[in-house]
């Protein structure tokens, strides 16, 4: 039987404890769409605005997307010392954008939907009104975007502070800077930008809106309401797909292909004679992984000695490292012990 060492970095269960700041903002957010909400469709259906409409059930459906968002940051937060969850509670916050994601969806196929059949049967329009709201819903969607949209040095700080707190004491020396050496990686909170999508996709579409109100009320174009509908529904979709994609492959562990998982390799093989022969590697956090790894080596070093070459990949915050004799070099002292 092959000789084996084993070796893993502890941890406290505590990766990512959600975003405070983002989860505030949303709330406001939240209440800021949930008001142009009602104002919209209120003013859509006196107005006889399939753009404004559109706008406004676009708005109804972000309005429970950003509750969802604000949900999933909660929960986050609330369970974060939970320690049923092996690598933190930083998922739900993923889980959240892609239901945010699912939404997006949804009103895209809405807005399309209406769109057309208002194209088959237009209605005439009250423009001066209807350009008023639509402007005002343009107001309140770039601040909603400005109050939701990312900073790279608010993550800075509260991943320092995060990590001060997670990765003192709890691991060996030298395991717990992952974010030292002055080097920091900023990486997306994919719940904050479900939530930005869904209110981009507003101001985008109501900048649509205001296009076609103009454009039906200097030239009498009144089919243009509804093609801008269509071509927001198409933006949106594409917005979708991309928060999908990308949520989606964290939820799936779909990070093999992650420049974090070749530096690894390299590491791991730089003393010519250790060879990778298994490694499995996922996200636990916005910037930080773990792996777990099978190593074969002819003369085989502690496991602790390559996980100490791993602490260099600051990423990583829970590693498993299996050491064994290759098959021949096995057999060779096996025959040599006879």
Same mark, same amino acid.
Do not use: C, N, P, Q
């Given at each position: 039987m092959h000789t084996r060492d084993l070796a893993a970095w502890t941890h406290d269960h505590v990766f990512d404890a959600g975003n405070p700041l983002g989860e505030r903002r949303t709330r406001w957010v939240v209440a800021l769409t949930a008001s142009m909400m009602c104002v919209e469709l209120a003013a859509g259906w006196i107005f006889r605005s399939m753009a404004l409409l559109a706008d406004g059930w676009h708005m109804s459906t972000h309005a429970a997307a950003l509750g969802i968002t604000a949900l999933a940051y909660?929960?986050?937060?609330?369970?974060?010392?939970?320690?049923? %969850?092996? %690598?933190?509670?930083?998922?739900?916050?993923v889980l959240g954008g892609f239901a945010s994601g699912i939404v997006l969806v949804m009103v895209a196929l809405?807005?399309?939907?209406? &769109?057309?059949r208002r194209l088959l049967d237009p209605l005439p329009i009250r423009y001066d009104q209807a350009l008023a709201v639509a402007v005002l819903g343009l107001g309140v969607n770039l601040v909603s975007a400005w109050l939701l949209r990312e900073r790279p040095h608010e993550h800075g700080v509260a991943d320092a502070h995060r990590g001060g707190h997670e990765h003192g004491g709890a691991h060996e020396p030298g395991a717990g800077h992952a974010h030292g050496g002055g080097r920091h990686h900023h990486h997306a909170d994919l719940n904050l930008r479900g939530a930005y999508l869904h209110v981009l996709a507003d101001a985008t579409t109501s900048v649509l809106a205001i296009a076609a109100l103009l454009g039906g009320r200097m030239f009498g174009w009144r089919w243009l309401d509804a093609l801008m509908g269509i071509a927001g529904a198409v933006i949106v979709t594409v917005w979708a797909r991309g928060l999908l994609r990308d949520t989606a492959r964290v939820l799936l562990d779909r990070e093999m292909d992650a420049p974090v998982v070749s530096r690894i390799r390299e590491l791991l093989e730089s003393d010519g004679d250790t060879k990778v022969s298994d490694i499995h590697c996922w996200r636990v956090g916005r910037a930080r992984f773990a792996c777990a790894v &099978?190593?074969?080596? &002819?003369a085989p070093e502690p496991a602790a000695t390559h996980r100490r070459k791993l602490e260099a990949i600051e990423e990583l915050a829970h590693v498993t490292v299996e050491v064994a004799l290759c098959d021949g070099e096995f057999e060779r002292r096996r025959d040599e012990e006879r």
């Open positions: 909660r929960l986050a937060r609330r369970h974060a010392a939970d320690a049923r %969850f092996a %690598f933190g509670t930083w998922k739900i916050e809405y807005m399309a939907v209406a &769109s057309v &099978s190593l074969v080596a &002819s």
